[in-house]
């Protein structure tokens, strides 16, 4: 197999690294699955992923996450049709919904008469979605080690309150992102090259030089990859224009602070 690190980096990485260990390895070879065989998963690996999940830090250990797993296909189907038609989203076996769940704390508080006033911060928002993040992370990782692939699904916040509906989640809960699961079906889609460790890792200070040049030769390395992939020959400087200069991209998440609020989460 090819040097890892090199792969990683579209064959143009950092050279004379320390030995690799296997989770290293492992990590390195993540690439998003969205193609997935008609398998379920084997019974307890949810409970083991959600284990390794809760297993990763979390902000004052508030654990202001909650998970549902959806199998139903129905569901599954109206997630895809949900989340802009992502074919693969009705594929998985599993769709790991990773909730923003302030609900319980809410609870907590009323159970303890302690008056929560904090919570709405926007500090507690952004801890509570950093926690979710983490430990939807750990859960790829672990289910990478079991041969499973995996795709996050952030299109789910298309429309959260639908989604909300559909999993029955009491205000000051929602999704933040979705997790497709399963095993992979061919053929194996390839690994997405990153940015030069140049633009990525500063030493001592921030510095854009040499970033111009940088970029640009990412952009040649990313292009033939994804042509390669069979996708349009998209540069990813390009490919800026349509993720933050595109209302239709977006299908509704424009919309997320008025959203947000109406769900319980003022961000104040
Ligand atoms: C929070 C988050 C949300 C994402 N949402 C989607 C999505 O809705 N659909 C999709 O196909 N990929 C989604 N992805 C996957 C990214 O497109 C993918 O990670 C990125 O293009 C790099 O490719 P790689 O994961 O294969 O290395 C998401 C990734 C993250 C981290």
Redesign the pocket.
């Known amino acids: 197999m090819s040097d890892p690190i090199s792969t990683r980096y579209g064959g143009a990485g950092p050279e004379g690294l320390l030995p690799l260990t296997p989770v290293m390895e492992l990590m390195l070879r ?3 699955v ?1 193609r997935y065989q008609d398998r379920p998963l084997p019974e307890g690996l949810l409970e083991a992923l959600v284990a390794c999940g809760q297993s990763a830090a979390t902000s004052s250990n508030m654990q202001a996450v909650s998970l549902v797993a959806v199998t139903d296909p129905a569901r599954r189907q109206r997630f895809a049709k949900a ?2 038609g ?1 074919a ?1 989203v009705a594929e998985a076996p599993v769709i790991l919904c990773f909730v923003l769940d302030q609900s319980r704390a809410e609870r907590v508080g009323a159970a303890t008469g302690a008056d929560l006033w904090a919570l709405p911060l926007v500090d507690n928002f952004i801890a509570a979605a950093t926690d979710a ?1 983490i430990l939807a992370q750990n859960i790829l990782l672990a289910a990478q080690s079991a041969g499973l692939g995996g ?5 789910l916040r298309n429309d959260p309150e639908f989604v909300a509906r559909e999993l029955a989640l009491p205000p000051r809960a929602m999704v933040l ?1 979705g997790m497709a699961l399963g095993y992979e079906a061919p053929p194996e ?1 390839g ?2 090259p990153r940015l030069p460790q140049s633009v990525v890792l500063h030493r001592e200070h921030y510095s854009t030089e040499g970033e111009a040049e940088a970029l640009a030769a990412y952009d040649t390395v990313f292009a033939a990859h994804e042509l390669a992939q069979g996708r349009p020959k998209d540069t990813w400087t390009a490919r800026h224009k349509a993720r933050y200069a595109n209302v239709e991209y977006l299908d509704g998440r424009i919309n997320l602070r008025a959203i947000l609020k109406r769900m319980g989460f003022p961000l104040e």
């Open positions: 993540h690439r998003s969205r989340s802009s992502q693969f993040a795709c996050y699904i952030g299109n992102f889609t690994i997405r």
